[in-house]
C-alpha cells in the first residue's frame, strides 16, 4: 500500500487515551458523565418514590427488594422489579449491539445512547401526563419498562467507555474507592475529587427528585430528559470536534 493511501485511512479511534483524560472532572466527557449521574438520582427517584419501592438504574437494590418481595416480607412488590430487571437487561443488549455496530466511532456512539435515552424518558413523561399513573397497574409497569430499558442502554455504552468511577448508576466501587484510596488508609487520594463529584452528583440528583416529585410525577420526567439532552446537544459536537 502506498503512503498516499495508508494516509487516507482514518485515523484509530484511541479509546484508552480518552479513558485517560476523562478521569479529570474537567474533561467534557467526566462532566457529561456527571451530568447523567445526576439524572440517576432524579429517575430512581421517580421509580422508587413514585412507582412503588422499584429501582429503574440500580439493579443491585432490585434483585435484594425481588428476594425480599418473594420472601413475602416488608409488602415488598414482585412483578415491579422483574419488569424492570427484564427491561433493563434488554436494553443493556441493545446497548451492546448499538456499540458492536458502531465500532470505534465515539461521537456517534454517544449520540445514539442519548437519543435512546431522551426519546424513552420523554415517552415515559408523556405517558405520565396523559394518563393517571400508579404503582403496581399497567401504567405503572410502562413507565418502569420504558425507564429501565434505557438505562440498560445507557450503561452498556457507559461500561464500554470505562472511565473509572463514573458509571453513572451505582456508586459501591466508587465509595470504596474513596475510602481504601485516602491518605488515611495509606493512599494516594488520587481520584478522590471524581469520587466526591459522582457520589453529590447522584445525591442531588435524588434530592431533586424527590422535591420535584411532590408537584407531579411528570416533573422530574421531563426534567431527566431535559438534561439527557443537553447533555447530547453539549457534548457530542464537542467530542465531534476533539475526533
Not at 484508552?16 to 472532572?25: N, P
Not at 424492570?84 to 437487561?89: E, T
Not at 394518563?131 to 445507557?154: C, E, K, Y
Request: hydrophobic residues 55%; aromatic residues 4%; charged residues 10%.
Amino acid at each position: 500500500m502506498s503512503e498516499t493511501a495508508a494516509s487516507a485511512q482514518p485515523a484509530r479511534f484511541d479509546q484508552e487515551a480518552l479513558r485517560r483524560a476523562a478521569r479529570s472532572i474537567q474533561h467534557p466527557l467526566a462532566r457529561a458523565l456527571l451530568v447523567l449521574t445526576f439524572t440517576t438520582g432524579i429517575v430512581d427517584a421517580v421509580s422508587y418514590l413514585g412507582l412503588g419501592r422499584v429501582f429503574t438504574a440500580n439493579m443491585t437494590g432490585n434483585i435484594v427488594f425481588l428476594g425480599f418481595g418473594i420472601a413475602g416480607s416488608g409488602g415488598l412488590p414482585v412483578v415491579a422489579p422483574l419488569i424492570s430487571l427484564g427491561s433493563f437487561l434488554l436494553g443493556a443488549g441493545g446497548g451492546g449491539v448499538l456499540a458492536e455496530r458502531i465500532g470505534d466511532r465515539h461521537p456517534a456512539h454517544i449520540a445514539r445512547m442519548l437519543a435512546v435515552e431522551v426519546s424513552l424518558i420523554g415517552m415515559a413523561a408523556v405517558l405520565a401526563a396523559a394518563v393517571a399513573v400508579h404503582p403496581n397497574a399497567v401504567s405503572g409497569d410502562i413507565v418502569i419498562a420504558l425507564l429501565a430499558f434505557a438505562m440498560g442502554v445507557r450503561n452498556a455504552t457507559v461500561r464500554r467507555l470505562g472511565v473509572p468511577d463514573l458509571t453513572t448508576t451505582v456508586l459501591t466501587m466508587t465509595l470504596t474507592g474513596l475510602a481504601a484510596d485516602s491518605p488515611a488508609a495509606g493512599g494516594s487520594g488520587n481520584g478522590s475529587a471524581r469520587r466526591v463529584a459522582a457520589v453529590l452528583a447522584m445525591l442531588t440528583g435524588a434530592l431533586a427528585g424527590a422535591l420535584l416529585l411532590k408537584t407531579s410525577l411528570v416533573l422530574p420526567l421531563v426534567a431527566a430528559a431535559a438534561l439527557a439532552l443537553v447533555t447530547w446537544l453539549v457534548y457530542v459536537p464537542a467530542a465531534r470536534r476533539g475526533a
